[in-house]
């Protein structure tokens, strides 16, 4: 009938005899471990090797040990005798080379490719849990909706979070700072990469703003260039709290550091602030620190008024003039809501 030897590599294709039943994961492997070795120093594994983790390694001898090979990306492990095949089970799991998917842990992924768009592409992927990327994702939200960092404490939160994935542990208050650090430190990498390739001159806009109930003062600065692709970027640069009072000595010290920390001192086409005195005083400090020659036409252009902040000023003194009228039309249309209201429950 043929030959009664089988070959370890071979798998039975069906039938009563071919078939038995486990209760280990089902797996699919795309890349099949078996391979036809001619190397004299690779040794046939023996009975010895009765783990199921020898099933995707090889035994081979360099020097005077024996090594086990993997059989997808023939990285070389302790083989001996004593060597034990924990390592071996641990290295099969996270092996880049070996594409295998656990069916009981595959899970559906829906991705996007555009994020208003509710359209998803479904697709079943073997899913791993991963601590950092959870913490990277919560301190984007945190930066992109302005949450408070004391969220991350409520009680509410974390019930929540360990809902969804009871592996995550949710960072207090200080991990999550530094997080959001990390990630502008990775920001401002990208930024600088972009500002550098971008050949142009650079314009600045800055303008101060103060709270509301801690009466507090920042400083936004702002850089608008044309990219290499000829498209119209604007990026914020700084927003920085700028100590009181805000003289003129204060606010150029602040906006000087800002365009040197990015290294724009050679690059500045021109710098638009709102139409006041502290500002023009401002513009005569800048205009020395800067480098003349770098300037257009020798900062004749650098300092340009916002035109929107002098219409503004433009309509309230206009507003001004008639305001005892407003005043009056405004209590008329009161009035009249007023009697319109009680004419319509009668």
């Known amino acids: 009938m043929g030959d009664k030897n089988v070959n370890s590599c071979t798998r039975p294709s069906g039938g009563e005899s071919g078939f038995e039943a486990s209760s280990r ?20 594994l023996t009975s010895r090797h009765i783990s199921e983790a020898w099933k995707h390694y090889k035994t081979k001898k360099v020097g005077d040990k024996i090594k086990a090979v993997c059989n997808y990306c023939q990285k070389y492990l302790a083989g001996g005798p004593r060597g034990g095949t924990s390592h071996l089970k641990d290295h099969t799991k996270c092996c880049p080379k070996r594409i295998c998917k656990y069916l009981r842990q595959t899970r559906l992924f829906g991705t996007q490719v555009n994020p208003v768009d509710k359209s998803e592409t479904l697709t079943l992927a073997s899913y791993k849990f991963h601590q950092d990327h959870g913490r990277r994702d919560l301190a984007e939200m ?12 409520h009680y509410g939160f974390r019930k929540f979070c360990k809902t969804m994935q009871p592996d995550f542990k949710v960072p207090c208050r200080n991990t999550t700072r530094k997080d959001i650090m990390t990630r502008y430190g990775v920001e401002k990498g990208i930024m600088s990469s972009l500002l550098e390739k971008t050949k142009g001159k650079i314009a600045v806009t800055t303008d101060m703003w103060t709270t509301s109930n801690q009466k507090k003062g920042y400083m936004a600065v702002t850089a608008h260039f044309i990219d290499n692709s000829w498209k119209f970027k604007s990026r914020i640069l700084r927003f920085l709290y700028v100590e009181a009072p805000h003289t003129k000595d204060v606010l150029a010290d602040a906006l000087c550091k800002s365009i040197y920390d990015w290294n724009l001192d050679c690059r500045i086409s021109s710098v638009t602030l709102d139409n006041c005195t502290t500002n023009d005083a401002l513009m005569l400090i800048l205009r020395v620190k800067l480098p003349n020659d770098s300037l257009i036409l020798r900062g004749r252009f650098l300092h340009m008024r916002c035109c ?6 433009i309509v309230q003194d206009g507003l001004t003039v008639i305001g005892e009228s407003i005043e ?14 009680k004419d319509s429950n009668i």
């Open 25 to 44: 994961p089902n797996t699919i492997d795309l890349e099949s471990p078996c391979e036809t070795e001619s190397d004299p120093s690779i040794f046939p």
């Open 142 to 153: 945190i930066i992109l909706h302005e949450y408070p960092l004391s969220m991350v404490e």
């Open 308 to 313: 929107a902040h002098i219409l503004n000023l």
């Open 328 to 341: 009056r039309v405004r209590k008329s249309v009161v009035f009249l809501d007023k009697f319109s209201f």
